[in-house]
């Protein structure tokens, strides 16, 4: 059977090769951390999620750095068990990046996000920005609930697709939530 060409696309970025990343997160490293991009560079992915080329639609490369941020170590006197520093931040890099983003362009509201890339020292995402007061905006039935006004802040209040999965709202049955934890639903039913 005959592939299409976001097929071929998907393919390619399921294992990228060096050659074609390298250059590019070089690049990347040495710009701003988030930055406006003409079009995507993953088409098949953006348009998986939404993505069209029409005004008052934006995409925005995301530069996260590695690491979940420590609770700095204390000076004196606790018990030897609590010595050692932990993870605070309870979000995916993803749902990090999206918050970036909606914090650079504060009057854009975020439609979904997808990862480019990673090395040793940074995560590399592209979000999907859409202007709710845009006329093409309006009157596209697939985008006219972004202007309705009730989703303002969407990414703020973990409403996006990479931030419910964060929150662990994700659940393979649709009748049960994962959150708070798959044991407290145990519990409970007991």
């Known amino acids: 059977m005959a592939q299409g060409m976001y097929s071929y696309m998907r393919g390619a970025?399921?294992?990228?090769?060096?050659?074609?990343?390298?250059?590019?997160?070089?690049?990347?490293?040495?710009?701003?951390?988030?930055?406006?991009?003409?079009?995507?560079?993953?088409?098949?992915r953006a348009r998986t999620l939404g993505y069209k080329a029409k005004q008052g639609i934006i995409v925005v490369r995301v530069r996260v750095k590695r690491g979940g941020r420590k609770r700095t170590r204390h000076k004196h006197g606790r018990k030897s068990r609590k010595q050692y520093t932990r993870k605070i931040l309870k979000m995916s890099y993803q749902w990090v990046a999206e918050l970036r983003a909606a914090h650079h362009y504060p009057n854009l509201e975020v439609l979904n996000s997808y990862l480019l890339g990673k090395d040793g020292k940074y995560y590399f995402y592209e979000v999907i920005l859409l202007d709710p007061e845009r006329p093409e905006i309006k009157a596209d039935p697939v985008y006219a609930w972004v202007s309705?006004?009730?989703?303002?802040?969407?990414?703020?209040?973990?409403?996006t697709s990479a931030a419910k999965k964060s929150r662990g709202l994700r659940s393979k049955s649709p009748d049960l939530k994962v959150r708070p934890s798959a044991r407290a639903w145990e519990r409970q039913g007991k």
């Open 13 to 44: 970025w399921r294992k990228p090769s060096r050659e074609m990343l390298q250059p590019r997160m070089i690049q990347w490293r040495a710009g701003e951390s988030v930055v406006k991009v003409e079009k995507p560079l993953r088409l098949d």
């Open 148 to 159: 309705t006004g009730t989703h303002t802040g969407r990414v703020y209040r973990g409403l």
